[in-house]
Nanobody, 125 residues
Framework: QVQLVESGGGLVQTGGSLKLSCAASGRSFSTYSMGWFRQAPGKERKFVAAIKWDGSTTYYADSVAGRFTISRDDAKNTVYLQMSSLKPVDTADYYC??????????????????WGQGTQVTVSS
């Protein structure tokens, strides 16, 4: 069982920045591909970004490419999402998720094995 705990959410003004963290339990973090998703009020949860287990490749939704950066620190069992140039449309609950087993299966929710509880991000206009 893998536990994921997000932190770093909060209230920020339009154009501001925020860095989310997701800490994972266990000793096999370096074998997990990690992703970030978000769910705006009244909407479906959507893919935001992902990073392969070896850090070699990152993936982004078109809506955040060039503004958000995903990274990982295997020594700290943590994945990050640096968010810049934030807009009100970025307001959502942000979730991290893990794919285990040294694979990256893709950006769909059901391709992920474990999920965190989420952290709220609000961007004021």
């Amino acid at each position: 069982q893998v536990q994921l705990v997000e932190s770093g959410g909060g209230l920020v003004q339009t154009g501001g920045s925020l860095k989310l963290s997701c800490a994972a339990s266990g000793r096999s973090f370096s074998t997990y591909s990690m992703g970030w998703f978000r769910q705006a009020p009244g909407k479906e949860r959507k893919f935001v970004a992902a990073i392969k287990w070896d850090g070699s490749t990152t993936y982004y939704a078109d809506s955040v490419a060039g503004r958000f950066t995903i990274s990982r620190d295997d020594a700290k069992n943590t994945v990050y999402l640096q968010m810049s140039s934030l807009k009100p449309v970025d307001t959502a609950d942000y979730y991290c998720a893990a794919q285990v087993g040294r694979v990256y299966r893709g950006p769909l929710e059901d391709q992920y094995d474990y999920w965190g509880q989420g952290t709220q991000v609000t961007v004021s206009s």
